[in-house]
């Protein structure tokens, strides 16, 4: 009988410390359900403001797209001009006759 007793006082503890264990893992579950939630909605925050800003900002994103472009385009055409430039000054140059200018500044003096 002193056995049935210890057996049923050791039962006794140890369904006391499954329900204890049960009850801390509720708790647990229940946290990691709400740490969940919290976690979706942060990520769905953080998407919907991407998408917002991008919606918002879209129409001066794509102004400043045409401006970089049209910079490019005279940057590009400046570089056209810039051979032109040089071709010009080098016709100018081989045409230049110095000894009829120093003749013309002569006779005006």
């Given at each position: 009988?002193a056995s049935e007793?210890?057996d049923h006082?050791?039962l006794?503890?140890?369904?006391?410390?499954?329900?204890e264990?049960?009850?801390e893992?509720?708790k647990m579950?229940?946290a990691?359900k709400?740490?969940?939630?919290?976690?979706?909605?942060?990520?769905?925050?953080?998407?919907g403001?991407s998408?917002?800003?991008?919606?918002y900002?879209?129409p001066?994103?794509?102004?400043?797209?045409g401006?970089?472009?049209?910079?490019?385009?005279?940057?590009?055409?400046?570089?056209g001009?810039?051979?032109?430039?040089?071709?010009?000054?080098?016709e100018?140059?081989?045409?230049f006759?110095?000894?009829s200018?120093?003749?013309?500044?002569?006779?005006?003096?």
């Amino acid at each position: 009988m002193a056995s049935e007793e210890s057996d049923h006082v050791l039962l006794q503890k140890t369904y006391k410390l499954v329900q204890e264990s049960n009850t801390e893992l509720h708790k647990m579950r229940r946290a990691q359900k709400i740490k969940m939630f919290f976690n979706v909605l942060y990520w769905l925050v953080l998407i919907g403001v991407s998408v917002g800003a991008f919606y918002y900002l879209q129409p001066f994103v794509k102004s400043l797209l045409g401006t970089v472009s049209g910079l490019q385009s005279g940057i590009e055409s400046l570089g056209g001009l810039d051979e032109q430039v040089q071709g010009g000054l080098k016709e100018q140059i081989k045409d230049f006759d110095i000894s009829s200018l120093l003749d013309k500044v002569k006779q005006s003096q």
